[in-house]
């Protein structure tokens, strides 16, 4: 049977992992600075997250949410205590794109409005909701249009309050930092504004953190930088399982739950459990958190010397480099002389990092020493 053929690949076939480092079927070493699309959070095949998952094993794998499963709430208090979310419920699911489908769902139950907004380079996932919220037409499939989602201008308060004045907008959502769009970070005033704009016309704010989420910038989500910033929904998904398939979604108190309103059968199941309490106690003993914030902000210090690097964007180890050229050949020639991977986005000239948080200086270093050489 052929695979469905839906991926540029790049010829290169990974066997072996571990923390920032990849082994090709040839034995040759990598760098990975992608974290297999800022998947990666504590470090490929960490002892902890390896052990967790064989002793869960052991004992259960999986049964559906039609009993007790304690290590869901297990998993809950200690998210809470790293967050400081502490009033929010969780619902678990299994992807980034199931995470906002649900979001978008509690928000148009409480509201009883059907529209949605979001902005220009937005990604939210390839399920029907999600996608027609993301700026990409191509991935659009005509089933998926809908006249009542709007896609406005990034920043824009005044095109944001002229469509909520319809009085059919349900919710607003956007990411804590924009991953796939090339690594935008949207200002204080700005997320604050649509915040109050929501409130006034009784719409919800959905944070989608799927990619800047889990410790990623410094702080346990992105929004979090802006102080005093508490949205109605948060998604979460990549970062949450360091590669074991899990999501979630944060639900302020406000909203009451019913049964019916959201399910899964994978969702919450005790291995992705185990997976996330494990990244979870990783984030925390290691203090990942903070050094994603050190390690980061150095990096982007150094990036910005660089010549031929014309913009740097980012917080922590979510980062965004504008080249004064195509970055497609850089890239490539990243990963054949220099063996180091980095991610793509939208932007033609831009470069993406999304490394693993337990990355050390000397790796990253190692990939300053290369671009130097590449540009110079
Ligand atoms: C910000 C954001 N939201 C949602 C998604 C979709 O996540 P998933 O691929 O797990 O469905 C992605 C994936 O890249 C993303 O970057």
Redesign the pocket.
């Known amino acids: 049977m052929k695979l469905f053929d839906v991926y540029p690949l790049m010829p290169v076939t990974i066997t072996k992992a571990a923390g920032a480092r990849l082994w090709d079927d040839h034995g040759q070493e990598y760098l990975d600075l992608y974290g297999g699309?800022?998947v990666i959070s504590i470090g490929h095949t960490h002892p902890h997250f390896v052990k967790r998952i064989k002793d869960q094993l052991d004992q259960i794998a999986f049964y559906s949410n039609s009993v007790q499963i304690p290590i869901q709430k297990d998993y809950a208090s200690k998210l809470a205590a790293l967050s400081c979310l502490h009033d929010y419920q969780l619902f678990l699911c299994n992807?980034?794109?199931?995470?906002?489908e649900n979001a978008m769902k509690m928000a148009s139950f409480a509201t009883n409005k059907p529209g949605f907004i979001s902005y220009s380079g937005a990604?939210?996932?390839?399920?029907s909701g999600?996608v027609a919220l993301t700026d990409n037409p191509k991935i659009v499939a005509p089933c998926n249009a809908r006249e009542d989602f709007h896609i406005l201008p990034w920043g824009d308060l005044e095109a944001t309050e002229h469509i909520l004045k319809s009085k059919k907008i349900a919710g607003i959502i956007i990411?804590g930092i924009?991953?796939?769009g090339g690594i935008q970070v949207p200002s204080a005033e700005f997320l604050k504004g649509i915040a109050a704009l929501a409130k006034k016309y009784e719409a919800k704010l959905i944070l989608?953190e799927?990619?800047?989420g889990f410790g990623r910038t410094g702080r346990f989500f992105a929004h979090q930088w802006v102080d005093g910033l508490m949205p109605d929904l948060i998604?979460m998904?990549?970062g949450m399982g360091n590669g074991f398939p899990i999501?979630g979604l944060l639900i302020s108190p406000d909203f009451k739950p019913a049964y019916g309103m959201l399910g899964t059968t994978f969702g919450g199941n005790h291995l992705a459990c185990a997976a996330g309490i494990a990244v979870l106690e990783v984030l925390e003993s290691e203090k990942l958190i903070p050094q994603a914030g050190i390690l980061g902000n150095r990096l982007m210090d150094e990036l910005k010397t660089i010549p031929g690097i014309i913009d740097v964007r980012g917080i922590g180890l979510m980062i965004g480099i504008d080249l004064d050229r195509d970055a497609g050949p850089i890239r490539t020639e990243l990963v054949q002389k220099y063996h180091i991977f980095t991610g793509s986005a939208a932007g033609k000239q831009t470069i993406r990092l999304l490394p693993p948080l337990n990355i050390e200086w000397n790796q990253l270093n190692s990939f300053i020493v290369a671009l130097k050489e590449i540009l110079h």
């Open positions: 699309h800022a992807s980034g794109a199931e995470a906002n990604f939210h996932g390839r399920t999600a990411e924009q991953g796939v989608d799927v990619q800047s998604s998904a990549k999501g």
